[in-house]
């Protein structure tokens, strides 16, 4: 239905243009429909990776080694080393892009209807979900990353720098390719949430939340190559910009609607 109302809108627009030519229909339609026919055009939620890079702790001369004087931290490599950071990151189940707002207050300083002008912005937390083994490894992996931020034995704070680290979320195509990224940075396991169990008779597999909070992100596919690209790049692409411009206002308005 969609499709076929794209196509009479489109052959409707070109004969309004006075063109009426089913070539220029046929080539805009297939312009229109070009998403929906290309086997990787549509994002699929269901294809993601995840990367967890653990906080580098709290590393001091006074142990002779240079090694994390944090026992935990000690414990949380241990377990790196055996690869339950890969695991946790395979059996996360559920897991979301972060939002990011643009923080606003009401601008006084003008007559008629008030308007709101930005004045910063801000992250807000995300939940992780992940399935457990039998032996609770993922849950235990979350669990040691926060007492490097805290030591339950002497209930001391760990420095800030000492217990944050990055967790990457790509998007993926039918190929496994990464299409898209998203780092956060200084992030950690904030909140480790319940888990319930019970005695009857259940086929779905135990998980475990987890809620990380994150000073920022940034967008890993995009921005970071656009800051690696040489200036002679940037302007060739700022060029061609304006090209594309001005093809496109000089096509009759009612074609250019269906762009």
Known sequence: MAKEFIRKTTQAAVAAAGGGTSGLAGA???ELLAPLRDGDGIALPS?????FSFPPGDRGANNGSGEPKNIFHR????????????????QCNKIAFPGRNLDT???????G???????????????????????????????????????PQTWGIGWYDSYVGTITIYNLDRQDNRIYGVELIEAFPKTITEQTLS??????????DV???????KNVSQDIAADRKPLLNRIQSVLANQVERTLVNSIPKVLRKLF
């Not at 005695?199 to 475990?208: C, F, N």
Request: aromatic share 14%.
């Open 113 to 151: 209807p008030t308007r709101s002008v930005v004045n910063d912005f801000s992250f807000a937390p995300i939940t992780a979900s992940f399935y457990c083994h039998n032996d609770m490894r993922e849950k235990e992996v979350f669990e040691t990353w926060q007492k490097v931020a805290y030591n």
């Open 199 to 208: 005695s009857e008779a259940a086929t779905a597999p135990q998980t475990i």
């Open 211 to 217: 809620t990380f909070s994150y000073r920022y992100w």
């Open 75 to 90: 414990i949380l490599m241990e377990k790196i080393g055996s690869g339950d950071d890969r695991g946790a990151s395979i």
């Open 105 to 111: 207050i009401e601008d006084p300083n003008h007559y």
């Open 47 to 51: 294809r993601y990776e995840v990367i």
């Open 28 to 30: 805009i339609l297939n």
